[in-house]
């Protein structure tokens, strides 16, 4: 996590948040080779940067390998200050699964030993099953951990 910064020219700087969103963050981290549930963060939440602002209105659909591949101003092109540099968080602890765990009680079913099984989680009086789309290991310790 932290501020985006891209290359170009020979220089660094920094992506203007003007239509900044969880797509544009989800090409980042994809971009990064890194996984978990992309968000975008403005207002220069991870401090401003220094430099030139080199990108403005990325506008991606979420799809893409790059940013070079999303719709955006033209490079050196935006009306910006730092205080809007954008951010991403590629936490892969902040996803679904975390927010359905803070909703429930969970519990393990259906294993050969009370540490292994089918997670399940109790809300609004029944237990159900996690579907297992975008379950990864970081998934895995988090329940761990909370049991």
């Known amino acids: 996590e932290g501020r ?4 170009h020219n020979g220089k660094w700087g920094t992506i203007c948040d003007d239509q900044w969103d969880d797509r544009d963050a989800e090409v980042v981290c994809r971009q990064l080779g890194l996984s978990g549930n992309p968000k975008a963060l403005s207002w220069a939440h991870y401090g401003q940067g220094s430099g030139p602002i080199l990108l403005d209105e990325v506008d991606c659909s979420g799809n893409e390998l790059s940013l070079d591949q999303c719709k955006k101003g033209d490079w050196g092109q935006q009306n910006c ?60 310790q988090v329940v761990c951990r909370q049991l």
Request: hydrophobic share 30%.
């Open 4 to 7: 985006v910064e891209v290359y």
């Open 81 to 140: 200050d730092h205080i809007e540099d954008a951010g991403v968080s590629c936490d892969p602890f902040t996803g679904t699964v975390l927010q359905l765990y803070a909703k429930g009680t969970i519990r393990l079913a259906g294993g050969h030993s009370p540490s292994e099984g089918r997670v399940e989680i109790y809300y609004n009086g029944d237990w159900g099953t996690v579907c297992d789309d975008g379950w990864t290991d970081f998934s895995a």
